[in-house]
């Protein structure tokens, strides 16, 4: 573990980060250091505060007190280099844009103010859907598409930021299998390229076969490492409690991982 | 001109513009969800009107709609800064601020009205209905450059404007300044509802920010599209309210303008293909025509050479829809009537035997995935091979070669 983030340039290192609603605090003191590039899965029970974390990362929502930096800049300095994937019910899907233009809008932030996007931008979009499959949807209007092919027009528009860190708020939540699996693929592909991504997933099942490394979270930081030695049945019972169902999942997530490993 | 004296071509031009630049600007504040602001805006407006008046003690246009301006502005930061600050929603908080503003700015004109020492008072009124008759030269040359320098900042910002109105927190995250170029927008809108206030009035403003946009999104999913029909039907909306008005003088400027407006709003909403009503009640209907037909393909796949009587027996479809989907098949030459029974042709037999195979696998994943089922926007049964990846696909036939197998023995 580095102690300077600012000379190691670490990818992410959230210091001493607590985030209030009104007076209710939903995240406290979080110190968080992610060193190396690799898929890191965000679990915790419902209101946790895994996406206020991501938000809350990303400036989205105001930290009560905290300190935040990426590749040793703050946020501000690096917008360039950061991906964002929201959630699906973050906009109205109802607005008239094609998914082409969904997805052209990862490029705006390289563009900067005026200028339109040129033959390289459409051609870099369109190249993204097809990252997705979707590059026969590409004239539809987001709201004809479904919810899987919806959140594959977010995750090809966040590729289109080509960005070296991506935070995505639930990509899998709700998406049918062939959505899941060129998810886990370009998650796959981008962590190979020296990326980071932080994921708030909710499936414990998957959580092994996905991710390198876990960060568990409910409200405080439970614990966050390499899933081999962090994923653990004293760990999830730290973050989830006594919920026995829920836990009976993970346990049979650590098994299932214990056998293949 | 002949029929369109000088007064009424400058009213005309006035109202076109004001139509033209609300029908741009209110576009992006209705996907915005920033309609029922405007309304507030433009009732907010109306107080800082006849406070201008009263600080200047006459009728100087610029300086009553700078005073309107400064008011409605303030009207909507107030409404923002309930939001944020109280419990309050979002609409109890421009329900407050709307008809809190508006009462005040009618007590002010009622003091105005008492007030004898103030010559010109008369007009002050007009403010609430509009009164487009009193447009002079100088007020269109006010709207013209107010409808310029709108259109200039759309094509400059058009880009940024589109991705802060789809998705904020991801313009913020690519590092756009979301408040600024939201105030941008804003500020546009207050410009529009201001310089509107005299020709249309305080309490139909908002309509005319609203019914342009919301009749342009019937007839596109395409932004640009949008933009420029909602501009469109805006200009037509001011102009043909003002033939109107100027055609029976003892119509009001404001509500006749806005039922112009409304009946624009009434064809798109039945007429347009893209989103109206009876288009996508034609689809409904073409669509459940076709589960008809597909369901008379395979039950004559499964027993063919059924009479009439038989065929609507043995499901609950009514008579007439049955056969309209007979007569319809028997056309497209499908399904054959010999001696009062219906079999299938060649080219039926293959139809009905994709729909026999596109219904079962359908079954099989959704049983095998019941989770799965919102996610569909189509479970079209011929579309299958589309809609699911091929092993998925290849995964269901084995189940579904293995479940006849099953039967058969």
Same mark, same amino acid.
């Given at each position: 573990?580095?102690?300077?983030?600012?000379?190691?340039?670490?990818?992410?290192?959230?210091?001493?980060?607590?985030?209030?609603?009104?007076?209710?605090?939903?995240?406290?003191?979080?110190?968080?250091?992610?060193?190396?590039?690799?898929?890191?899965?965000?679990?915790?029970?419902?209101?946790?505060?895994?996406?206020?974390?991501?938000?809350?990362?990303?400036?989205?929502?105001?930290?009560?007190?905290?300190?935040?930096?990426?590749?040793?800049?703050?946020?501000?300095?690096?917008?360039?280099?950061?991906?964002?994937?929201?959630?699906?019910?973050?906009?109205?899907?109802?607005?008239?844009?094609?998914?082409?233009?969904?997805?052209?809008?990862?490029?705006?932030?390289?563009?900067?103010?005026?200028?339109?996007?040129?033959?390289?931008?459409?051609?870099?979009?369109?190249?993204?859907?097809?990252?997705?499959?979707?590059?026969?949807?590409?004239?539809?209007?987001?709201?004809?598409?479904?919810?899987?092919?919806?959140?594959?027009?977010?995750?090809?528009?966040?590729?289109?930021?080509?960005?070296?860190?991506?935070?995505?708020?639930?990509?899998?939540?709700?998406?049918?299998?062939?959505?899941?699996?060129?998810?886990?693929?370009?998650?796959?592909?981008?962590?190979?390229?020296?990326?980071?991504?932080?994921?708030?997933?909710?499936?414990?099942?998957?959580?092994?076969?996905?991710?390198?490394?876990?960060?568990?979270?409910?409200?405080?930081?439970?614990?966050?490492?390499?899933?081999?030695?962090?994923?653990?049945?004293?760990?999830?019972?730290?973050?989830?409690?006594?919920?026995?169902?829920?836990?009976?999942?993970?346990?049979?997530?650590?098994?299932?991982?214990?056998?293949?490993? | 001109?002949?029929?369109?004296?000088?007064? =009424?071509?400058? /009213? %005309?031009?006035?109202?076109?513009?004001?139509?033209? !630049? #609300?029908?741009?600007? +209110?576009?992006?504040? *209705?996907?915005?969800?920033?309609?029922?602001?405007?309304?507030?805006?433009?009732?907010?407006?109306?107080?800082?009107?006849?406070?201008?008046?009263?600080?200047?003690?006459?009728?100087?246009?610029?300086?009553?709609?700078?005073?309107?301006?400064?008011?409605?502005?303030?009207?909507?930061?107030?409404?923002?800064?309930?939001?944020?600050?109280?419990?309050?929603?979002?609409?109890?908080?421009?329900?407050?601020?709307?008809?809190?503003?508006?009462?005040?700015?009618?007590?002010?004109?009622?003091?105005?009205?008492?007030?004898?020492?103030?010559?010109?008072?008369?007009?002050?009124?007009?403010?609430?209905?509009?009164?487009?008759?009193?447009?002079?030269?100088?007020?269109?040359?006010?709207?013209?450059?107010?409808?310029?320098?709108? =259109?200039?900042? /759309? %094509?400059?910002?058009?880009?940024?404007?589109?991705? !802060? #109105?789809?998705?904020? +927190?991801?313009?913020? *995250?690519?590092?756009?300044?979301?408040?600024?170029?939201?105030?941008?927008?804003?500020?546009?809108?207050?410009?529009?509802?201001?310089?509107?206030?005299?020709?249309?009035?305080?309490?139909?403003?908002?309509?005319?920010?609203?019914?342009?946009?919301?009749?342009?999104?019937?007839?596109?999913?395409?932004?640009?599209?949008?933009?420029?029909?909602?501009?469109?039907?805006?200009?037509?909306?001011?102009?043909?309210?003002?033939?109107?008005?100027?055609?029976?003088?003892?119509?009001?400027?404001?509500?006749?303008?806005?039922?112009?407006?409304?009946?624009?709003?009434?064809?798109?909403?039945?007429?347009?293909?893209?989103?109206?009503?009876?288009?996508?009640?034609?689809?409904?209907?073409?669509?459940?025509?076709?589960?008809?037909?597909?369901?008379?393909?395979?039950?004559?796949?499964?027993?063919?050479?059924?009479?009439?009587?038989?065929?609507?027996?043995?499901?609950?479809?009514?008579?007439?829809?049955?056969?309209?989907?007979?007569?319809?098949?028997?056309?497209?030459?499908?399904?054959?009537?010999?001696?009062?029974?219906?079999?299938?042709?060649?080219?039926?037999?293959?139809?009905?035997?994709?729909?026999?195979?596109?219904?079962?696998?359908?079954?099989?994943?959704?049983?095998?995935?019941?989770?799965?089922?919102?996610?569909?926007?189509?479970?079209?049964?011929?579309?299958?091979?589309?809609?699911?990846?091929?092993?998925?696909?290849?995964?269901?036939?084995?189940?579904?070669?293995?479940?006849?197998?099953?039967?058969?023995?």
């Amino acid at each position: 573990m580095s102690q300077s983030p600012q000379q190691t340039g670490a990818v992410l290192d959230v210091h001493d980060m607590t985030v209030a609603y009104r007076r209710k605090p939903v995240l406290w003191d979080i110190d968080l250091i992610i060193d190396e590039p690799g898929l890191i899965g965000i679990v915790g029970p419902n209101g946790a505060g895994k996406s206020t974390l991501i938000k809350a990362i990303l400036g989205l929502v105001p930290m009560a007190s905290g300190r935040v930096s990426v590749f040793g800049g703050t946020i501000r300095e690096n917008r360039k280099l950061i991906g964002y994937v929201p959630q699906r019910e973050s906009v109205d899907w109802d607005f008239p844009v094609s998914a082409f233009d969904a997805v052209l809008m990862g490029t705006y932030g390289a563009l900067g103010w005026f200028k339109r996007p040129s033959r390289k931008q459409r051609d870099w979009a369109m190249e993204c859907l097809a990252k997705v499959g979707m590059q026969d949807l590409a004239k539809r209007q987001i709201g004809q598409l479904s919810g899987g092919q919806q959140q594959r027009v977010f995750l090809a528009r966040a590729l289109a930021q080509k960005a070296r860190l991506y935070f995505m708020d639930e990509p899998m939540a709700g998406v049918d299998a062939t959505t899941e699996r060129v998810i886990f693929e370009l998650l796959r592909e981008l962590r190979d390229q020296g990326c980071t991504v932080l994921v708030v997933h909710h499936d414990l099942r998957t959580v092994a076969s996905y991710f390198d490394n876990v960060v568990l979270l409910n409200m405080r930081l439970v614990a966050s490492g390499p899933v081999a030695t962090t994923f653990n049945e004293d760990n999830l019972r730290k973050t989830y409690g006594g919920r026995l169902a829920i836990l009976d999942d993970a346990g049979e997530a650590v098994r299932a991982q214990e056998r293949s490993s | 001109m002949g029929w369109l004296s000088y007064n =009424t071509a400058i /009213v %005309l031009s006035g109202t076109s513009l004001l139509g033209a !630049v #609300s029908g741009l600007v +209110g576009s992006f504040a *209705v996907l915005r969800r920033r309609a029922l602001t405007g309304d507030a805006l433009a009732h907010a407006a109306f107080p800082g009107l006849c406070i201008a008046f009263l600080v200047m003690q006459r009728r100087h246009l610029p300086g009553l709609l700078l005073g309107a301006f400064i008011s409605g502005v303030f009207g909507v930061v107030l409404i923002s800064g309930l939001r944020r600050s109280t419990r309050i929603k979002e609409d109890a908080a421009i329900g407050i601020v709307l008809s809190v503003f508006y009462g005040g700015g009618i007590v002010l004109l009622s003091i105005i009205e008492q007030q004898t020492t103030i010559g010109s008072k008369a007009g002050l009124k007009s403010y609430i209905l509009g009164a487009a008759a009193g447009m002079v030269r100088s007020d269109v040359m006010l709207i013209g450059s107010i409808c310029v320098v709108c =259109t200039l900042l /759309v %094509l400059l910002l058009y880009k940024e404007f589109k991705l !802060v #109105s789809f998705d904020p +927190g991801f313009a913020e *995250v690519q590092g756009w300044p979301v408040l600024a170029i939201d105030l941008g927008l804003m500020t546009m809108v207050a410009l529009t509802v201001v310089i509107g206030l005299p020709a249309v009035g305080a309490v139909m403003m908002a309509a005319m920010l609203i019914i342009p946009a919301a009749a342009a999104r019937f007839w596109t999913n395409r932004l640009s599209l949008m933009l420029t029909l909602s501009a469109i039907f805006g200009t037509l909306t001011g102009a043909l309210g003002t033939l109107a008005t100027t055609r029976f003088s003892t119509l009001p400027a404001g509500p006749t303008i806005i039922l112009v407006g409304a009946f624009l709003f009434l064809c798109s909403m039945l007429f347009a293909p893209a989103r109206g009503l009876i288009a996508s009640w034609r689809r409904m209907r073409e669509f459940r025509a076709v589960v008809v037909r597909q369901r008379v393909l395979a039950e004559l796949f499964h027993r063919p050479d059924q009479t009439f009587e038989k065929l609507l027996k043995r499901r609950s479809w009514s008579g007439q829809k049955l056969q309209t989907a007979l007569h319809a098949l028997v056309d497209a030459e499908r399904v054959v009537k010999r001696d009062l029974k219906y079999s299938l042709t060649d080219g039926g037999t293959e139809a009905a035997k994709r729909v026999v195979r596109g219904i079962e696998l359908w079954k099989l994943f959704v049983a095998e995935n019941p989770q799965l089922t919102a996610n569909f926007t189509d479970l079209d049964v011929e579309n299958i091979d589309e809609v699911l990846p091929p092993e998925v696909v290849e995964q269901l036939e084995v189940m579904r070669s293995s479940a006849s197998a099953g039967s058969v023995a």
